[in-house]
């Protein structure tokens, strides 16, 4: 199906199948738990190689112990790696963190900025996060692009693509802007709910008739 499709048949695909999986996930919404916009790129850089379930874990305490970009910059190294150890790739997501809180300082006031160029300037900081923060704390349309989105993206015939910035450029010229938040977290919930790694159930998913990787036996 997917591989002579053309663009203007490929959105017209993408289209119904954003209907229904809306309509499938009405509630669907970013996985990490935050109350700010450092809480949640602190969160977004934890997630790296990690579920959200384990950074949700980890966040309460990490949040409670640090609750200033101050906090980050000037703790023990030791210390922070210790808080965030159990997500994994603690030694350079700790660095990371510490230095992006300490140019978060130098730079932007301790705040967090709201451009895509600023924030991936950020020490740990790629496309997938600043995508993360701009669209879940200050209202920008994106999409990041994880596991769940490069996967199924692939899955669909919407991409033939492993490389995570070129699915993301590839999907905002098929999917128009005002529906990237929504591409995003639908797709996302259904990676969770349905079209499962090494286990999607294809006989129960809404878009079967829309994908080229179903397998309904
Ligand atoms: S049909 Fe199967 S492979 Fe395709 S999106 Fe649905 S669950 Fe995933």
Not at 147 to 152: E, L
Not at 169 to 186: D, G, T
Request: hydrophobic share 35%; glycine share 4%.
């Amino acid at each position: 199906m997917a591989r002579r499709e053309s663009k203007t048949a490929k959105r017209e695909r993408i289209s119904v199948i954003l209907d229904r999986l809306s309509r499938s996930y009405p509630d669907a919404k970013v996985g990490l738990d935050f109350e700010t916009p450092l809480q949640l790129l602190i969160a977004t850089i934890l997630s790296a190689q990690c579920t959200d379930a384990r950074v949700n874990m980890v966040t309460p305490g990490l949040f409670e112990k640090y609750p200033t970009v101050h906090d980050y910059a000037h703790a023990p190294i030791e210390e922070l790696e210790d808080a965030v150890r159990t997500t994994g790739f603690y030694k350079n997501k700790a660095r990371n963190i510490q230095l992006c809180c300490r140019q978060l300082i130098e730079r932007h006031n301790g705040d967090v900025p709201e451009t895509m160029q600023d924030l991936t300037q950020l020490a740990g900081v790629g496309r997938k996060t600043a995508n993360c923060v701009l669209t879940n704390c200050f209202g920008a349309q994106g999409i990041t692009v994880d596991t769940h989105v490069t996967r199924i993206s692939n899955l669909l015939g919407l991409v033939n693509d492993e490389d995570a910035v070129r699915i993301e450029f590839a999907l905002m010229e098929l999917i128009p802007q005002e529906r990237w938040n929504e591409f995003n977290h639908s797709i996302i919930a259904h990676g969770r709910a349905t079209c499962i790694a090494r286990r999607p159930k294809c006989d129960q998913c809404p878009i079967s008739d829309l994908c080229p990787s179903a397998s309904l036996s």
